[in-house]
């Protein structure tokens, strides 16, 4: 929440910041411009005013030079109050050469004198003086012209012309430029919003993954679509967030990091440590019979899927991987005083998790047409020994000890008649009652209880305490503890979390009802089903659909047949993947008018559906979809591929996935890697990223010059950043051969 908000006053302080600029430029701008237009305008009128006092002194000089000459001084003021007639003339008066005013359009002012400065000097100037003066509190243009008559001067004549006209255009020129202004004002705003956004979008993109990386959540990728300064800056940061899961993935799998850790250790050499921890042993049943009843490969996939799931789980709860080996795993929790959250129940947490994590693995085999697997788990705690255990030649940094023989023996008590939950002897169980609910594993009540089965959280007001303060890290977890209970007030909170339209993780609560859909609780479905009816956010109802289709009920395939038809395009999508593991009536039918569909996810459902089905027509409809004149159908189509590559038997078809040294790859297989190939140079983003993504999934080393020549023009970041997680993930599967 607080990073949100750090984000949110960074954008808004940006975007005033441009605003504001815009808003004083555009002033700045408006002020200059008004300051050179009046100036101008005040110029202008002064020379119109000196042109139109010397024409008019002229006239008065001519018309009035005899009266002025013989002193008829009645004719000459008749004179006057005729020329200030003229609505830009505000008085007129003439002096003689001493400055007495001999007639004016006021007669209070004969016989009088000007003794101000400037009268004085126009007095005695030779040609035009003007100044601006103020007449009645009005301003004027206050003009003087010398009275020749045949060489000799005879006085002056003062003429005051308004300025009215002036400060009209002034005043207008004002209400133009404010006018003008406010519009330019509102129009730089909305650029400068428009300019923030831009430059905010990437910026922003980057700064939600540093926060989210600032968190530990390591997956999370700048997204940017530029091949500007800021693509080149998103794609150095993903190569940085790259670098950094991997690190931080391999730190968390590796017993050493204990070791290299502990302060007091640090300069000292020890072989070994002991500490006390929370050891918890994963294994999957009957694994060597698994391995009898699947070729080479679908055993090695299936088991590195659920280690790479499993040690995901457990990173996330703060437990270390000590070791992988013949179906199973060992993780420990080492106990801290200043743990955030107890090792014991974090150790929990991870078990139950774990749990319900199989059962979706499970759920994708089933999708995918393959054996699925069930899961056993043994918890206890007490003292490891930590240290390199082996020789000189080889050795492992592992933990050893009573506790993880301990673990192993446990686990192997968990069985089918207990739901395969994970169990724990007393030793646990009473170190983890504040925070673990159990159950005795025995069914004879007349025998001690040694052994327990872990069902649920001992405290969920903890919990919602604790909520109000994690970060969305751990809030998603605490919000999955409480579907991993399977209990009423479970339940009950994730029901109220969902329909709270004003809860910000409504899509996490839905996420965790899986293990009550899982354990085909009908409360559970039955909420479900009405929040897909009911549910305005189609994001939030593709989330229902996928979380209801866990529970492989055959009675809800008319409810997802008709979600085949709804608008939202995410809706079809998971509506035609939930009906793939099921069998009814008409599948076959449903899938192929689908395919037709120009929604990449919702065609390449389809199309996994009906290989799924043994369709025979599937390899050909890829190969036709590729060939289509439509560009958003080829993209599809190559999404198809790569969705149809999780299914082993449709991968096995390729030759960089063959087990068979001599196999003869099909035409159609041939003609589809064609056409992956050219769509590699097409002009189009999606085309592009789809061929990449499907020539990554299906394998074929041999087209590494093909991306290689694809990463020297390509100008998309996420192509780009796909493109280099496919070198690498060949070369790393290369590496063990090369070494």
């Known amino acids: 929440m607080a990073s949100n908000a750090t984000i949110k006053n960074f954008s808004i302080g940006f975007r005033h910041k441009i605003a504001i600029v815009f808003t004083l430029l555009i002033t700045f701008i408006m002020l200059v411009s008004v300051y050179l237009v009046t100036l101008q305008i005040k110029r202008t009128s002064l020379q119109r005013a000196q042109e139109t006092g010397q024409m008019f002194g002229r006239m008065i000089a001519l018309a009035m030079g005899e009266d002025i000459v013989r002193g008829n001084f009645q004719g000459i003021d008749y004179a006057l109050r005729e020329f200030t007639k003229h609505e830009k003339v505000e008085y007129c008066l003439i002096l003689d050469n001493l400055g007495r005013i001999i007639s004016s359009t006021e007669a209070s002012l004969h016989g009088k004198y000007f003794s101000d400065g400037w009268s004085r000097s126009a007095l005695f100037a030779s040609t035009l003086s003007i100044r601006r003066a103020a007449i009645k509190m009005r301003p004027v243009y206050d003009i003087s012209v010398p009275i020749i008559i045949g060489g000799k001067r005879h006085g002056m004549i003062r003429i005051g012309f308004t300025i009215k006209e002036e400060y009209e255009s002034i005043r207008s020129l004002l209400i133009y430029n404010l006018t003008l202004g406010i519009i330019l004002i509102i129009i730089g705003i909305l650029i400068a919003y428009g300019i923030s956004a831009t430059l905010l979008a990437p910026l922003n993109a980057i700064l939600n993954s540093v926060e989210s990386i600032s968190r530990g959540d390591y997956k999370q990728r700048a997204m940017i679509g530029s091949s500007d300064e800021f693509g080149a800056l998103a794609l150095s940061f993903n190569r940085l967030s790259s670098i950094l899961h991997t690190r931080e993935t391999t730190n968390n799998h590796i017993t050493k990091k204990i070791l290299e850790e502990d302060p007091e250790l640090a300069d000292r050499h020890f072989s070994g440590k002991t500490l006390d921890a929370i050891v918890l042993h994963l294994e999957l049943n009957r694994f060597n019979l698994f391995i009898e009843r699947n070729s080479p490969s679908e055993a090695v996939d299936t088991l590195n899927s659920f280690f790479e799931q499993t040690a995901e789980i457990i990173a996330e709860a703060g437990g270390i991987v000590d070791r992988f080996g013949d179906g199973f795993m060992t993780a420990i ?40 697997v069930h899961l056993k788990t043994g918890i206890t705690c007490g003292k490891v020994i930590i240290g390199h255990i082996g020789s000189r030649s080889r050795s492992d940094f592992s933990a050893i000890g009573p506790c993880v023989a301990n673990a192993r023996a446990n686990s192997s008590m968990a069985a089918r008649n207990n739901g395969f939950l994970p169990v724990a002897d007393r030793s646990f169980a009473n170190a983890s009652r504040d925070y673990l609910l159990f159950k005795g594993l025995n069914q004879n009540p007349d025998e001690d209880e040694t052994h327990f089965v872990l069902n649920g959280f001992a405290n969920f007001f903890y919990f919602k305490e604790r909520l109000q303060t994690a970060s969305s890290r751990g809030s998603y977890a605490i919000i999955s503890a409480f579907g991993l209970t399977e209990s009423t007030e479970g339940f009950e909170f994730l029901k109220n979390a969902i329909s709270d339209e004003n809860c910000e993780y409504r899509s996490e609560a839905v996420k965790a009802l899986s293990p009550f859909v899982f354990h085909q609780n009908s409360e559970a479905k039955k909420f479900l089903i009405e929040t897909i009816k009911n549910c305005p956010d189609p994001q939030l109802a593709s989330v229902a659909i996928s979380v209801l289709a866990l529970s492989r009920d055959s009675e809800l395939v008319s409810f997802f047949t008709e979600l085949t038809e709804h608008s939202d395009d995410r809706i079809k999508a998971n509506a035609i993947e939930a009906c793939i593991p099921l069998e009814f009536p008409g599948k076959r039918d449903i899938f192929k008018t689908m395919m037709a569909d120009s929604t990449p996810r919702v065609c390449a459902n389809a199309l996994l559906g009906l290989w799924l089905a043994d369709d025979q027509q599937t390899l050909g409809c890829l190969y036709g979809m590729l060939k289509s004149d439509n560009s958003k159908m080829r993209a ?74 694809l990463l020297e023009y390509e100008t998309d970041p996420e192509i780009i950043n796909l493109a280099h997680t496919i070198l690498y993930d060949w070369d790393r599967l290369l590496r063990p051969a090369k070494d």
């Open 636 to 709: 599809s189509a190559a999404y198809a591929i790569s969705f149809l590559a999780k299914a082993r038997k449709f991968r096995r078809l390729f030759p960089a996935y063959s087990e068979q040294s001599g196999l003869i790859v099909l035409p159609v297989i041939e003609n589809i890697l064609k056409r992956l190939k050219l769509m590699l140079e097409s002009s189009e983003d999606s085309e592009r990223q789809q061929a990449l993504r499907a020539i990554g999934s299906i394998g074929g080393t041999d087209y590494r010059e093909q991306i290689n020549h």
């Open 333 to 372: 929790f080492p106990t801290g005083k200043g743990d955030k959250w107890p090792s014991a129940l974090r150790a929990g947490y991870a078990a139950l998790s774990i749990r319900n994590n199989i059962n979706l693995f499970n759920y994708r085999q089933a999708q995918l047409g393959l054996e699925e």
